[in-house]
């Protein structure tokens, strides 16, 4: 079934049309069979190349520093867990030897691996990926080394 946010194959007929948007109320089927037609018969538009992030160097050069945060953010990830037993960690790394970053996998009250989380510690500071745009763009920062105004002018060509 078509909806409203899917884009059309270019070169669809009415009836590649009609069989997409299946059985619809009449209002809701001729907008869905106008939009489907009117896509189809436009070229589709290449999206915009990214720009390229200025990145920062996310190490430093002490490997002793580097291996105190990863331990103390480890330890501070256990510790916000339901099981910390059961964690499973990949994808770890210290950044500016400052930020433990990686993803992280437990089991729940109910006994079930919840499935693999992205996580950032900054002072035994633990922030989980709740999926809100402030971690994603904290993560860019924090765990990529990515500038902040590199960031926010690449959110805003994509706006």
């Known amino acids: 079934m078509l909806s409203p946010l899917q884009p059309a194959v270019a070169g669809k007929s009415v009836e590649d049309c009609e069989t997409e948007i299946g059985a619809l109320a009449?209002?809701?089927?001729?907008?869905l069979l106008m939009q489907c037609l009117l896509d189809a018969?436009?070229?589709?538009?290449?999206?915009?190349?990214?720009?390229?992030?200025?990145?920062?160097?996310?190490?430093?050069?002490?490997p002793a520093d580097a291996r105190k945060?990863?331990?103390?953010?480890?330890?501070?990830?256990?510790?916000?867990?339901?099981?910390?037993?059961?964690?499973?960690f990949r994808n770890l790394k210290?950044?500016?030897?400052?930020?433990?970053?990686?993803?992280?996998?437990a089991k729940n009250s109910m006994g079930g691996y919840t499935g693999f989380t992205r996580f950032i510690?900054?002072?035994?500071?633990?922030?989980?990926d709740d999926g809100s745009d402030k971690f994603r763009d904290d993560w860019w920062v924090s765990c990529e080394g990515i500038e902040r105004s590199d960031l926010e002018a690449l959110k805003a060509r994509i706006r």
């Not at 009449?26 to 907008?31: T, V």
């Not at 210290?94 to 996998?105: K, M, P």
């Open 26 to 31: 009449p209002s809701e089927r001729q907008a």
């Open 41 to 62: 018969a436009e070229p589709a538009k290449p999206a915009p190349p990214p720009l390229p992030p200025t990145k920062r160097s996310p190490f430093k050069s002490n």
């Open 69 to 88: 945060v990863a331990a103390e953010g480890k330890r501070a990830v256990l510790n916000a867990l339901k099981d910390p037993e059961s964690a499973r």
């Open 94 to 105: 210290t950044s500016l030897d400052l930020y433990f970053c990686g993803e992280v996998n």
């Open 121 to 128: 510690v900054m002072f035994s500071h633990v922030d989980l």
